[in-house]
């Protein structure tokens, strides 16, 4: 990937980062946390990857997303914004009532939203589904699901893991957004999911790794993905929980709280710096 390409991308993922901490502030509520650290990954699907047009969001041959992890809206909604499928200014009547934003991914109010999700290890299934209804229709369009670490933890995830390799989907790619942190705390602790690769693969995945804050590393799973045949993919994407904003880094107690005044303002100071320094 070009120099520019990659300064493109890096300005718009700084950008879904304001977006994501401006919505949570105003919502006085959410899930900064894991929007953050999927920020690269979202930017890279929207601006890179998927074939989808905001002034067409219905398209039948438009590819499929599925935030699986539904409870990171906030970074679904301002990568929306970012691509034009609504203005940026709804980010700040998140969760608000009669607001279009609401707290977990809604198909049926907010434009470019695939599958309303928010019970983890449900998104996967009907990604799979998805997946599934394409084959037999003999359509190109692809399927992409997020999931969050945490979330493997549902037997669901396996589930549907199993009905998609069974199927052979090998147009279903799945990325786990590894930032090692849960509601309660390290993952490994809660209920540990290692070794994550070895499961996949012996659930008949392709399974590919990458550096989820790094676009050449995330370009190169995702051309992987494209070649493989007859099976499901998954990209085991490492990150950085709260990535991007100090204080929230690494910090699991910022999984699901909003920022104060001062901690909003120091955030969107620590972002605004970044993305100026990218620019």
Known sequence: MDAEKIKSLQVTAANVRLGIVTGVFHAKSGHPGGSLS?????????F???NIDPKNPKAPDRDRFVLSKGHCAPGLYATLAQRGFFSPDELKKLRHIGAMLQGHPDMKGTPGVDMSTGSLGQGIS???????AAKMDGASYRIYALLGDGEIQEGQVWEAAMFAAHHGLDNLCLIVDCNGLQIDGDVEKVAGIAPLDEKFQSFGFQVLTADGHDFNSLEAAFAAVKSCVDKPSVILAKTVKGKGVSFMENQAGWHGKAPNQEQYEQAMAELNAALEKIS
């Open 126 to 132: 009907a990604a799979a589904g998805m997946a599934l």
């Open 48 to 50: 890179n990857e998927l």
């Open 38 to 46: 999927a920020a690269d990954i979202f930017t890279y699907l929207y």
